[in-house]
């Protein structure tokens, strides 16, 4: 009968329906958990050089008539601040990643000279630790994406490169492409990571060794902007490393293959 069999379906359609907006429902809690998950963290992040400015601010006040306690309470007053600052920084960075509106604009880029710069940013840090920093290949590869996203992920797996390096190290970083993929590896010969951890580190807030990050000033933030730029431009991030002998890091993008492909896929042109 044609009136049952409409009911049977409109029935069937309303129960599709439920089990949708249950599963909506369900992702909008998980969201909801991993915002608040978030927010606790920072709160936790920043209570720590927050109470040492308070510490300190105090400890200028009585040490008024002692220059040298000063100076040094004066200097270590700057390192909190700009450790604050970072942490800023680095959470409004990943917030605006994680809203999906952090690329403004995207543009056809030179992947060598997005290296080149984020090099040049940390040579100063590198000669500091007599670190030399190998560019390895030039692939003359093109990415459509926002320029300087792009720079800060790969400073970022620089940066990190040289902190986690003993002195004296040596740190490759390489460009290359193939089948529409462009590569940037950046390996280095430091401390490693533990392999129960390799996949973990990408996650906000995750250090392998809480005292060790600390020292070297680190917010625990920096993989994870370098993921969501990675997959912000529909690419990726993957990590291999051995305890104590050192670690790579690849970030893999398409290639565009020319402005005009670019523009094909809808995007404006530079
Ligand atoms: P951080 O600011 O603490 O370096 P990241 O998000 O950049 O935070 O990295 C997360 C953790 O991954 C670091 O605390 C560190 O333990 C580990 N790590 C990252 N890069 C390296 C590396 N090149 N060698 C060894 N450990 C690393």
Same mark, same amino acid.
């Given at each position: ?27 909008? #809690?998980?969201?909801? *958990? ?67 509106? *952090? ?33 390895? +290949? ?33 740190? /490759? ?45 680190? +917010? ?6 370098? #993921? ?6 529909? /690419? ?35």
């Amino acid at each position: 009968d044609a009136s049952v069999t409409l009911l049977v379906r409109v029935a069937r359609l309303g129960t599709r329906f439920v089990l949708l907006l249950a599963e909506d429902r369900t992702e909008a #809690k998980r969201l909801d *958990a991993v915002r608040r998950d978030f927010i606790a963290n920072i709160s936790h992040e920043l209570k720590t050089p927050i109470a040492s400015v308070g510490l300190l601010a105090e400890a200028v006040d009585q040490a008024a008539d002692e220059p040298e306690r000063v100076r040094r309470f004066a200097s270590r007053l700057s390192e909190e601040s700009s450790r604050l600052a970072r942490i800023t920084n680095e959470v409004i960075q990943l917030t605006r990643l994680q809203a999906n509106d *952090a690329v403004a604009e995207r543009a056809l880029l030179d992947l060598d000279e997005i290296v080149a710069v984020a090099i040049d940013q940390n040579r100063v840090l590198a000669s500091g630790k007599r670190i030399e920093l190998a560019l390895r +290949t030039r692939s003359k590869a093109r990415v459509w994406g926002d320029r300087e996203l792009l720079i800060v992920a790969v400073h970022n797996l620089v940066a990190n490169a040289i902190a986690y390096s003993p002195e004296g190290g040596r740190i /490759g970083i390489g460009t290359a492409r193939r089948d529409g993929i462009v590569e940037i590896s950046v390996t280095d010969q430091g401390i490693g990571i533990p392999e129960e951890d390799l996949d973990r580190v990408f996650e906000r807030f995750y250090r392998v060794d809480q005292a060790r990050s600390r020292h070297t000033g680190g +917010t625990g933030l920096g993989l994870a902007i370098v #993921k969501h730029t990675a997959e912000e431009h529909g /690419g990726d991030v993957r990590a291999w490393s051995t305890l104590g002998r050192g670690s790579t890091f690849t970030i893999r993008l398409p290639e565009a293959a020319s402005a005009a492909d670019a523009a094909d896929a809808g995007a404006e042109r530079p």
